[in-house]
């Protein structure tokens, strides 16, 4: 998937990069995964694409299977945006 971004020795990653990684640990297609946080698999698709961003919705699901916060959600979208502008 293209969920991060690299320029000039710098990365950034999306959270999308990191919901890659819980479907791979749990061994869950993205069907599979989609249902276990109540969104659509093309929802779903875009997020892991690096396409949308976490919304509300997604981070009460996240936060609720996983006991990660909504707060370390939202904080990975916002440095991802950060690290992007900066390699602009």
Same mark, same amino acid.
């Given at each position: 998937?293209?969920? %991060?971004?690299? %320029?000039?020795? $710098?990365?950034?990653?999306?959270?999308?990069?990191?919901?890659?990684? &819980?479907? $791979?640990?749990? *061994?869950?297609? &993205?069907?599979?995964?989609?249902?276990?946080?109540? &969104?659509?698999?093309?929802?779903?698709? $875009?997020?892991?694409?690096? *396409?949308?961003?976490?919304?509300?919705? &997604?981070?009460?699901?996240?936060?609720?299977? %996983?006991?990660i916060s909504k707060d370390c959600w939202f904080n990975l979208q916002k440095t991802y945006k950060e690290d992007i502008?900066?390699?602009?």
């Amino acid at each position: 998937m293209n969920n %991060y971004k690299e %320029y000039k020795g $710098k990365m950034a990653f999306h959270p999308g990069f990191y919901l890659e990684e &819980i479907m $791979k640990e749990e *061994k869950l297609d &993205i069907k599979e995964f989609a249902s276990k946080l109540k &969104i659509s698999p093309d929802k779903l698709s $875009k997020i892991l694409n690096g *396409k949308s961003d976490i919304d509300e919705e &997604i981070a009460n699901e996240l936060s609720n299977n %996983y006991q990660i916060s909504k707060d370390c959600w939202f904080n990975l979208q916002k440095t991802y945006k950060e690290d992007i502008k900066g390699m602009l």
